[in-house]
């Protein structure tokens, strides 16, 4: 059984990072954050099979051309039922993934895990049997996903330790922006992250602050 092949592409007005996962055993793909531009959306996909639409959380950026694709594709729409907030859309999904639920594409399976604070409705996306995950905008390249509350920075920093910080260091987390990192190079500045006390602070959040 090869790899899971992984295509990216940025798309819209804020560079969303869409992935669309292809087995080149049994042809089908997933499609991963339909943010904008349907057409490079369709020439990701190739000739495989589309078998899903998968959303890591329901922020406009990651869902702008949802609408277009769910009537271009006729696949199933799934994401998480965590309260679309802040800032989130109501979306119509045709499956609900709870923490652990899986999705089948050829024989592999993706498993997703719930990651709130960002937003109440994110979820990763782990590949088992790889070392790569869709996080969605759980944690970036160089800082943990924006907050507008501390309440949400709060559960942020919960997320990254109970949840990313137990993933082994060759994991590949593969954000909604900027380029992809192995947490194992981000884990020391994550654990000091941690270590520090940041108020009630929330927003826009670094590494280094
Ligand atoms: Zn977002």
Same mark, same amino acid.
């Given at each position: ?118 937003? !109440?409705?994110?979820?990763? +996306?782990? #590949?088992? *049997?790889?070392?790569?995950? /869709? ?5 970036? @390249?160089? %800082? ?31 954000? !909604?922006?900027?380029?992809? +990192?192995? #947490?194992? *190079?981000?884990?020391?500045? /994550? ?5 520090? @006390?940041? %108020? ?10």
């Amino acid at each position: 059984m090869s790899q899971l092949k992984l295509v990216t592409r940025q798309v819209g007005p804020w560079g969303m990072n869409t992935y669309a996962l292809i087995c080149s055993d049994s042809k089908q793909s997933i499609l991963i954050d339909p943010g904008d531009d349907p057409e490079t959306l369709q020439e990701m996909l190739g000739d495989s099979q589309p078998i899903a639409i998968l959303l890591t959380h329901t922020h406009v950026d990651h869902i702008g051309a949802l609408a277009e694709m769910r009537e271009a594709l006729s696949v199933p729409v799934m994401g998480n039922d965590g309260p679309h907030e802040p800032g989130g859309k109501d979306i119509q999904a045709d499956r609900w993934l709870r923490d652990g639920d899986t999705v089948m594409v050829g024989e592999h399976t993706l498993r997703a895990v719930y990651t709130p604070g960002h937003i !109440g409705d994110q979820i990763c +996306f782990v #590949l088992e *049997d790889d070392h790569r995950v /869709i996080v969605g905008d759980t944690i970036f @390249d160089g %800082g943990p996903g924006r907050t507008w509350s501390s309440d949400g920075f709060k559960t942020t920093l919960e997320t990254l330790r109970n949840v990313v910080l137990p993933w082994p260091d060759d994991t590949v987390c593969y954000p !909604g922006h900027g380029p992809h +990192f192995r #947490l194992g *190079d981000r884990r020391s500045q /994550i654990e000091a992250f941690l270590a520090k @006390d940041h %108020g009630d602070f929330f927003g826009d959040a670094t590494w280094d602050m």
